[in-house]
């Protein structure tokens, strides 16, 4: 059998990651974040299609092509988190499992980094791990994936 599909769906800026202030995000690039998303999800037993994209509106129609398609969605909004109505709505759309990961702490940083409307449509959220947050992501998503197998 195929292993499920989760979508790694990555919001603005994300592609400047080890470049963009490394101080708060870290040195990892993009394509060793991918790389370690890779590796982690063939230990968990699962496939990846990572992405990430400065639109608003590709991350909607890529959200709402998970349906029918993905087992299960992580995402990374990024600076679409506070904002992003549009996103939110394709995400309950779509009714997928969904893991929220943000790499800083955003409660620890500008008061309006701290709403989510992502987390309104959130399984679960990860923040100020780093991109290890990823792969935590990863880890919890086989768990529930496992977990829905047995019910
Ligand atoms: C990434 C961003 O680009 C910011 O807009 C968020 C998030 C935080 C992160 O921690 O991954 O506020």
């Given amino acids: ?17 080890g470049m963009r202030e490394p ?24 496939a990846i299609d990572f992405r990430q994209t400065n639109s608003e509106g590709e991350l909607v129609t890529w959200v709402q092509e998970c349906r029918g398609r993905c087992a299960g969605i992580i995402m990374n909004p990024a600076g679409y988190t506070t904002n992003s109505i549009a996103t939110m709505d394709a995400l309950l759309a779509v009714n997928l499992p969904t893991i929220e990961v943000h ?16 987390s309104k449509a959130a399984t679960g959220v990860i923040a ?8 935590l992501a990863l880890r919890a998503m086989a ?6 197998q047995d019910a």
């Fill in 103 to 118: 790499i800083t702490n955003i409660h620890r940083r500008e008061e309006f980094r701290h709403h989510s409307f992502i």
């Fill in 1 to 17: 059998m195929a292993p499920p599909l989760i979508a790694v769906l990555n919001g603005p800026n994300i592609n400047m990651l």
């Fill in 23 to 46: 101080e708060k995000y870290g040195s990892t690039t993009i394509d060793e974040l991918e790389q370690l998303c890779a590796d982690a999800a063939e230990d968990l037993g699962l």
């Fill in 143 to 148: 768990g529930m994936l496992d977990t829905e």
């Fill in 128 to 135: 100020g791990l780093g991109v290890q947050g990823y792969v």
